[in-house]
């Protein structure tokens, strides 16, 4: 007999009391790949080592990730009815140390500590010395919706989750709220699509509602090949099941009867992490048959894909499942008529699914409190390259870009001086600095030049080469086209030979004007937004730094010094 | 029936997920093998009623499928934005020099796969490597190198 959800709710509250104030210190150790990279599995493994030597009993966690990438391998201790203290660039020598005097000694080290965060319910005193890490910042300016939970719960234990407020949203949903009034929700919530396109989302779930087919299908897309973004895999590591029950409900208020998981072949804790959250939702009836008692049956599978970053491209997507090679379809027919295996389908993104529990639960009026006009809620970028902070944060979309390099990220590293910014992925632009005093905001930003895109910000400092960079983008482009159609096939090929070329300075003035001709046929002439969008690495470089391709051409030289060193890329055999 | 060939039948049968494609089981035998033997390619066809040349399409297409035996060892190194600007091709240049190699793929005695990946899904701890699928972050060519050597100096058996 499953237990109904009532009764699951209680069964999760006393776990949840029991790990915050039982009798057991609990740690939790942050382990998504950004923590993997620091070398949390060595730091936890010590931990787990030194608590056995030691012989101190408590529990620990290996949870996701806090956004801090700085400061890890991150972790923390809550002694019993205590708060959290975070310890950040731990090793197996300060673990040890953390263990005897912290979690066995009950006094936290001050020196060392990186900040506290208060446990809601403790009546304790703030630990004294300790700054509270919700004024760090690259805490202070946040509002976590999609990322409530992250580094706060196991993500492979669903009864955290549920202690948290999860599943609350598909009760209400199911219990409620018909499939109408659930896609009104979100239709009031004004959520747009974090995928890339900022497509309205209940727009898009009206489509596939509209249709009245016996099959039909969510799909969510965790391709993420961008380099410089991973908050998509970074959501599934940290939080599986808040996007587990998003799929749910975009199943519920579309009407669909199975959802698909796309995620890359070969990471592991992504896919890990979202299988144990999809079979524990299933154990206890949150899929199958007869959800929650209702009348709506649902099931969630994972796909594999192979590496391809055009995979991610919503039909290229659908091929892949299907098991072919991930190249673009034609359109129309339009996914909501002729998806997956021909059946209707709708598309979305990982963050896109992740704010609808939240959206249901407070109400879509809430969510559409924030933001800024028609770019609502948040906004979940991923920090990278020489700045002072690199992680992951969540503000409200309307915040100033300035403002997130500068004050959040700390601005840049070793106190060198910013040069551009470039964001929304290898197909977004770059941004110079003098020009970043933008709103986060898909129009804003768009004009500018630039796409708030898949979240990725990669920050570059003043020793960059514009020109090596703008290469080594459209090295990646030209690498990940799927060669269906020439203009862009040959359009980045070309693209790239004349890149090289400049950066070997030898370049000539007719190349810019070369440029610029394979730019226009690449745009009118591809399939997919792969190469009619592939030219915009090259014309916001040349918008901002023209003056710094010229020297590269006319006077043979690269002001950074930079642009004569080695330079690899895969092997042309792989192209 | 060959080892080998049990082992690919086994890997591509012993799917659980409900949706088995040409691509999922050339994905399955890939986990079990590292590689793509010609084999493969036969019985992923006959099993999936697609032809030869279909599933050569998909394997051709995807560059993580190889057609040899990996090394003994793989490192990935990133080429990725964000770890180009802090120092990517240095790492490659110290990684590819402890190889022995000019660019990415396997050493003459097969001890090691160098690989170029375009992200390694840890940007903010740029530049990142993976050692036979083990991340490393925050790497400079000095320990990018030592990364290398002391990973050689392990057993290793394939993928
Ligand atoms: C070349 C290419 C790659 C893409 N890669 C991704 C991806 O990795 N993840 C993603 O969500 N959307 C990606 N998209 C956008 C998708 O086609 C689609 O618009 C999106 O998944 C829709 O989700 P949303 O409405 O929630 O934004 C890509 C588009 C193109 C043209
Ligand atoms: S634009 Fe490029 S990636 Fe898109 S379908 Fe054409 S060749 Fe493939
Ligand atoms: S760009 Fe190197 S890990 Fe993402």
Same mark, same amino acid.
């Given at each position: 007999m499953v237990l109904s959800f009532v009764e699951i709710g209680l069964e999760a509250d006393s776990r949840w009391q029991e790990l915050t104030a039982g009798q057991r210190p609990w740690i939790r150790i942050g382990t998504a790949l950004c923590g993997e990279a620091a070398g949390a599995f060595e730091v936890a493994d010590a931990l787990e080592m030194a608590l056995a030597d030691q012989s101190v009993s408590a529990e620990v966690s290996r949870v996701g990730c *806090? &956004? *801090?990438?700085? !400061?890890?391998p991150l972790l923390d201790v809550q002694l019993p009815g205590g708060h959290r203290v975070f310890y950040g660039n731990v090793d197996a020598e300060s673990v040890s140390e953390i263990v005897s005097?912290?979690? !066995?000694? &009950? =006094? %936290?080290?001050v020196s060392k500590a990186l900040g506290y965060l208060a446990e809601? =319910? +403790? *009546? !304790? @005193? @703030? %630990?004294? #010395?300790? @700054?509270? $890490?919700?004024?760090h910042s690259m805490k202070a300016r946040e509002n976590r919706?999609? $990322?409530?939970?992250a580094g706060n719960i196991d993500p492979l234990d669903i009864y955290q989750y549920i202690a948290n407020g999860g599943y609350q949203a598909l009760y209400k949903s199911l219990t409620e709220l018909n499939r109408e009034e659930t896609l009104e929700e979100v239709k009031a919530s004004g959520l747009r699509g974090r995928g890339g396109a900022a497509f309205p989302t209940a727009t898009k779930w009206s489509f596939l509602a509209g249709n009245a087919a016996a099959d039909k299908y969510v799909l969510c897309n965790c391709e993420e090949g961008d380099p410089g973004a991973f908050n998509d895999k970074n959501i599934l590591e940290s939080d599986p099941n808040t996007l587990v029950e998003g799929v749910i409900i975009a199943g519920y208020a579309t009407g669909a009867n199975k959802g698909y998981i796309f995620i890359r072949h070969g990471h592991d804790g992504p896919i890990e992490r979202c299988r144990a959250a999809i079979n524990q939702a299933r154990e206890l009836g949150f899929l199958g048959e007869n959800i929650m008692g209702s009348d709506f049956s649902y099931e969630i599978e994972i796909a594999l894909t192979g590496d391809s970053y055009v995979a991610g491209e919503e039909s290229a997507l659908m091929e892949a499942i299907e098991g072919k090679r991930s190249m673009p379809r034609f359109r129309p027919p339009f996914p909501a008529q002729?998806?997956?295996?021909g059946k209707p389908t709708n598309i979305n993104n990982v963050k896109t699914l992740s704010y609808v529990p939240e959206i249901v639960s407070k109400g879509g009026e809430w969510f559409s409190n924030i933001g800024h006009d028609t770019s609502t809620g948040t906004v979940i970028l991923c920090l990278s390259g020489n700045l002072k902070y690199t992680g992951m944060i969540e503000v409200p979309l309307g915040m100033n870009l300035k403002d997130v390099i500068y004050d959040v990220a700390g601005g840049m590293k070793d106190g060198k001086v910013l040069k551009f910014l470039q964001t929304g992925g290898p197909l977004g632009g770059v941004l110079g600095a003098d020009n970043i005093d933008v709103l986060l905001d898909f129009e804003v930003l768009r004009a500018a #030049? !630039?796409?708030? #895109? +898949? &979240?990725g910000l990669i920050a570059a400092d003043d020793s960059t080469c514009i020109v090596d960079l703008t290469r080594s983008l459209i090295a990646f482009c030209q690498y990940e086209s799927c060669g269906k159609c020439f203009p862009c096939r040959m359009g980045m090929s070309h693209l790239l030979e004349v890149l090289e070329r400049l950066c070997r300075l030898e370049g000539t003035p007719e190349d810019l004007a070369l440029m610029q001709n394979i730019g226009v046929n690449m745009q009118a002439g591809s399939l997919c937004g792969h190469g009619q969008l592939g030219f915009n690495p090259v014309s916001s470089a040349l918008r901002y730094f023209g003056p710094e391709f010229d020297t590269h051409i006319n006077d043979h030289s690269c002001p950074t010094g930079t642009c004569l060193d080695s330079r690899y890329s895969p092997a042309a055999s792989r192209r | 029936m060959s080892g080998l060939e049990q082992r690919i039948q086994d890997a591509v049968r012993g799917q659980t997920q409900p949706t088995v494609t040409v691509l999922s089981s050339l994905l399955a035998v890939e986990d079990e093998l590292g590689y793509i033997p010609k084999e493969a390619v036969e019985f992923v066809a006959g099993f999936s009623n697609a032809t030869i040349n279909d599933v050569w399409a998909v394997a051709s297409f995807y560059p993580n499928f190889r057609f040899e035996p990996p090394a003994e060892h793989t490192v990935d190194v990133c080429w990725g934005a964000s770890c180009h600007l802090v120092g990517a091709m240095s790492i490659f240049k110290s990684v590819l020099e402890v190889a022995g190699l000019d660019s990415e793929g396997d050493t003459l005695d097969k001890r090691l796969t160098v690989k170029f990946n375009s992200c390694l899904g840890a940007c903010s701890q740029a530049p990142v490597m993976a050692l036979d699928h083990h991340l490393a972050g925050r790497v400079n060519p000095e320990s990018a190198a030592e990364n290398v050597s002391r990973l050689l100096e392990r057993d290793g058996h394939g993928p």
């Open positions: *806090l &956004g *801090l990438c700085f !400061a890890e005097v912290h979690v !066995a000694g &009950g =006094t %936290p080290i809601e =319910t +403790s *009546l !304790a @005193p @703030p %630990p004294e #010395g300790i @700054p509270d $890490l919700k004024q919706i999609a $990322l409530r939970n002729f998806g997956l295996f #030049g !630039a796409i708030v #895109g +898949s &979240g | -």
